[in-house]
């Protein structure tokens, strides 16, 4: 089954940016979606598609893709901004989802 | 705004089956696809699988294959997802999630149920 390669941690200053990135090989084919998670709380989707943002995501977030690599990209990180962040994807036979293992980040 | 409500807490036995429910309100059911999605205890997101009600298809992940069964019931505008030969590492917190797109069995989860925790216990 297809799998997505996250970073498990990094840490950004507070105001500084940030880029967390999602490897694998049906990305090459399919967007990743983004999903930041606070504790105890259900994900929440922050950009899906090409790059796009659900109403209320502030625009310091913003997502791209190279090759076999998604990126998400916080500008200007804000101290609400520390959460865990997955990506997705539709899997490579485009029938199932694969989630990243997540990207803890801390704003120091 | 659709809401995904869920149902409570459980408590299972190893060996035994865990159904959960997930109710829409406030919007289109048929038409949006109901994946589930779980979360062991300081562990990763994990996609389970899905079902479009409108077409009554389902797919789920190989790991789940032979212990997963989703059904949905347009009626109550209800999915359910049911687990079977639970162990103790099913123990997780499950999700309810619709996509943005209709009629696609995809991700980009827009909308999700809060969550309910399933405790496998002897």
């Known amino acids: 089954s297809a799998e997505l390669t996250q970073a498990p941690a990094v840490s950004v200053a507070l105001g500084q940016t940030v880029r967390i990135t999602c490897q694998g090989d049906?990305?090459?084919?399919?967007?990743a979606s983004w999903y930041q998670q606070k504790p105890g709380q259900a994900p929440v989707l922050v950009i899906y598609?090409?790059?796009n943002r659900p109403s209320g995501i502030p625009d310091r977030f913003s997502g791209s893709r190279s090759g076999d690599t998604a990126a998400l990209t916080i500008t200007g990180a804000q101290a609400e901004d520390e959460a865990d962040y997955y990506c997705?994807?539709?899997?490579?036979?485009?029938?199932?989802?694969?989630f990243g293992g997540g990207t803890k980040v801390t704003v120091l | 705004q659709v809401q995904l409500v869920q149902s409570g807490a459980e408590v299972a036995k190893p060996g035994s089956s865990v159904k959960v429910s997930c109710k829409a309100s406030?919007?289109?059911?048929?038409?949006?696809?109901i994946t589930w999605v779980r979360q062991a205890p300081g562990q990763g997101l994990e996609w389970m699988g899905g079902?479009?009600?409108?077409?009554?298809?389902?797919d789920y992940a190989q790991k789940f294959q032979g212990r997963i069964t989703i059904t949905a019931d347009k009626s109550t505008n209800t999915a359910y997802m049911v687990l079977s030969s639970l162990r103790y590492e099913d123990t997780a917190v499950y999700y309810c999630?619709?996509?943005?797109?209709?009629?696609?069995?995809?991700?980009?989860?827009?909308?999700w149920g809060l969550g309910t925790l399933v405790i496998v216990s002897s």
């Open positions: 999630a619709r996509p943005l797109s209709q009629l696609l069995l995809t991700n980009s989860f827009n909308i």
């Open positions: 406030g919007g289109t059911f048929s038409s949006y696809a």
């Open positions: 079902i479009i009600p409108v077409f009554d298809t389902t």
């Open positions: 049906s990305l090459r084919n399919f967007y």
């Open positions: 598609g090409k790059d």
């Open positions: 997705d994807s539709r899997d490579s036979s485009g029938d199932t989802v694969v």
